[in-house]
């Protein structure tokens, strides 16, 4: 575990961009919900998205699969402002 601020995570992170967009197709959402838990099952407590993961359904996946176990994680999300082009 590592200190992050006030928070304490663990020192490796879970980043679910590619369960859900970017990197070819999306995983079945039962798979990519095994996904997660299984590495909150293994220690990992950070977890990253972000909305134009999808856009939305990244956040919402995570959401979904951390729901039993919210109060012991924290997830990590960037929003993006403005114009991209």
Sequence with gaps: M??????????????????????????????????IRAAHEKGVTLFDTAEVYGPYTSEELVGEALAPFRDKVVIANKRVTGSLG
């Excluded at 020192?11 to 919900?33: L, R, V």
């Design 2 to 35: 590592r200190k992050l601020g006030k928070l304490k995570i663990s020192e490796i992170g879970s980043g679910c961009m590619s369960i859900s967009a970017n990197y070819g197709p999306p995983a079945d959402k039962n798979q990519g919900i095994q996904v």
